[in-house]
T-cell receptor, first 108, second 112 residues
């Protein structure tokens, strides 16, 4: 079966750092993606990990441990515009399967 | 051009109507997808086309009928929908099935 878990909600302060965790148990694995989705808009691609380790892209970093079925998205220097839903998605067998998403609220 | 374009942006249809959603990309992507998204839920995969052939159908009811006329276009034909089919329908494309998917802005469908 497929199981992708993320926290439902998180709150953080402007300028701070936040880590959003994702654990997965899937029957196949071709990579893990993080997407950002603002309310009423389409998901936008943030990062992709297929090998273990950290990928850094400006204020956003993503980490993967395949043996632990674990990833996290790290957002630094939080801005108000980072308030959004963050979706962890596992690619397997030509499909992209999404977790439930983490609703992040950034407060002043 | 890194866009996936969907039309229309909004659609209201009756349960006896037939309508189509359209999706277009010119990035040379060979995998195209239809997702359905309800409010405060993640996108749910419906169909995958790979090299213009239907490769995955996630047990979607036959009132939804996908079509891929060519490598740039993807349609979703709708017939005899139910009010619970009201949702945001997202089209996405990726270079192959193993690379990041780019999403269109979606069609917000309301069935009355």
């Amino acid at each position: 079966g497929q199981n992708i878990d993320q926290p439902t909600e998180m709150t953080a302060t402007e300028g701070a750092i936040v880590q959003i965790n994702c654990t997965y148990q899937t029957s196949g694995f071709n990579g893990l993606f993080w997407y950002q989705q603002h309310a009423g808009e389409a998901p936008t691609f943030l990062s992709y990990n297929v090998l273990d380790g950290l990928e850094e892209k400006g204020r956003f970093s993503s980490f993967l441990s395949r043996s632990k079925g674990y990833s996290y998205l790290l957002l630094k220097e939080l801005q108000m515009k980072d308030s959004a839903s963050y979706l962890c998605a596992v690619a397997q067998g030509g499909k992209l399967i999404f977790g439930q998403g983490t609703e992040l609220s950034v407060k002043p | 051009d890194t866009e996936v374009t969907q039309t229309p942006k909004h659609l209201v249809m009756g349960m006896t109507n037939k309508k189509s959603l359209k999706c277009e990309q010119h990035m040379g992507h060979r995998a195209m997808y239809w997702y359905k998204q309800k409010a405060k839920k993640p996108p749910e995969l419906m169909f995958v086309y790979s090299y213009e052939k239907l490769s995955i159908n996630e047990s979607v009811p036959s009132r939804f009928s996908p079509e891929c006329p060519n490598s740039s276009l993807l349609n979703l034909h709708l017939h005899a929908l139910q009010p619970e089919d009201s949702a945001l329908y997202l089209c996405a494309s990726s270079l192959t099935g193993l690379t990041e998917a780019f999403f269109g802005q979606g069609t917000r469908l309301t069935v009355v």
